[in-house]
């Protein structure tokens, strides 16, 4: 079992930037792929970026490449994922996930995550 806690959430105006952290207690964090997921009101969950369990291995949506950054630090039992460049289209509830059944080539896969953050608001004004 593992619990996570996202933080980090909040207001911004397009073309900021947050940083959004994901906590975790319980089994070794660092035998977890973990990723960032987001849904918007109406729509479905999407994913957004996902890390393999030593951080050596990234993945990213094509709408986040290059304006979001996923990291970890397994010491600290802490992902990341830095938001650079916002836009509106951004606004969402990001959830953090944490699976140890995904691989590489299905870290997209919402169904393969077996535990849930109870999700951070971020929202994005023009």
Known sequence: QVQLVESGGGLVQAGGSLRLSCSASGRTFSTYAMGWFRQAP???RLFVAGISMSGDFTLYADSVKGRFTISR???KNTVYLQMNSLKPEDTAVYYCAATLIATMTNLKLASLYGY???GTQVTVSS
Do not use: M, P
Request: proline letters at 0%.
């Open 42 to 44: 109406g729509k479905e």
């Open 73 to 75: 630090d397994n010491a």
């Open 116 to 118: 849930w953050g109870q």
